[in-house]
């Protein structure tokens, strides 16, 4: 571990705590957690570098990282693992699952846990299929993976899914793409045509008339066609 790259690792986790601790409801700790990580993304100079020549109290000279987080980073840096991260993603993951499939629909946490309060969302009725996704993938990193190819390739086709949906799919999820994107050329709202033969563009009509295009090519619209 050297450079940037184990700067970014760092700064990977503690969002992740950050996160994580937000699913849980902790109060004031996620906030710690993301000035810290922060702080550690925008470094310029390698923690690892800084932890040899200062330890434990060259970490606590990084803007927002106080005594627990800066032994946090130096148990990654001795063991190349947070204990502390460990047990949170376990205790976490159900609810992680749960939080990661309504981002992918565009509700955010709090959204989630307003709406939960409400009985908008029940949200215990996610539990059970979260459990069964974690099961089947085995790691929390993998139900998230396999939860945003699925939502890829639902929300390319305008298509709604649910996390049962990834088991109905788990099979064929590295074959499952996003539809492929379509753009098509209007003008003044009429679509457009390229011919070959010619070279030319030809604006179609209502009536299905081929006009050839003299404008400039500035001026054809190219739309998304789902």
């Known amino acids: 571990?050297?450079?940037?790259?184990t700067n970014q690792k760092i700064a990977k986790i503690l969002y992740e705590i950050e996160e994580m601790l937000e699913i849980n409801s902790v109060p004031f700790k996620p906030k710690a957690y993301k000035k810290a990580a922060q702080s550690i993304e925008n470094l310029t100079e390698?923690?690892?570098?800084i932890y040899k020549e200062k330890g434990l109290k060259g970490l606590k000279n990084i803007e927002g990282v106080g005594e627990s987080i800066a032994k946090k980073i130096e148990?990654?840096?001795?063991?190349?693992?947070?204990?502390?991260?460990?047990?949170?993603?376990?205790?976490?993951?159900?609810?992680?699952?749960?939080?990661h499939y309504f981002k992918t629909k565009n509700?955010?946490?709090?959204?989630?846990?307003?709406?939960?309060?409400?009985?908008?969302?029940?949200?215990?009725?996610?539990t059970k299929p979260a459990k069964q996704l974690l099961e089947l993938s085995g790691s929390l990193e993998k139900a998230k993976e396999a939860i945003d190819k699925v939502a890829e390739w639902a929300?390319?086709?305008?298509?709604?899914?649910?996390?049962?949906?990834?088991?109905?799919?788990?099979?064929?999820?590295?074959?499952?793409?996003?539809?492929?994107?379509?753009?098509?050329?209007?003008?003044?709202?009429?679509p457009m045509i390229w011919s070959e033969t010619k070279r030319k563009w030809y604006v179609i009509d209502k009536d299905g008339n081929w006009l050839e295009f003299a404008g400039n090519k500035d001026e054809i619209e190219w739309r998304i066609v789902k």
């Open 75 to 99: 148990e990654y840096l001795k063991k190349g693992e947070i204990k502390y991260y460990n047990e949170l993603k376990e205790k976490t993951a159900i609810r992680a699952i749960i939080a």
């Open 155 to 190: 929300n390319s086709r305008n298509l709604d899914y649910a996390i049962e949906t990834v088991f109905k799919k788990w099979l064929e999820l590295d074959r499952l793409k996003p539809k492929e994107i379509v753009k098509k050329p209007f003008y003044k709202n009429n």
């Open 46 to 49: 390698d923690i690892e570098k």
């Open 1 to 5: 571990m050297s450079g940037d790259n």
């Open 107 to 126: 509700i955010s946490l709090s959204e989630l846990k307003q709406s939960a309060k409400k009985r908008e969302i029940i949200y215990s009725r996610f």
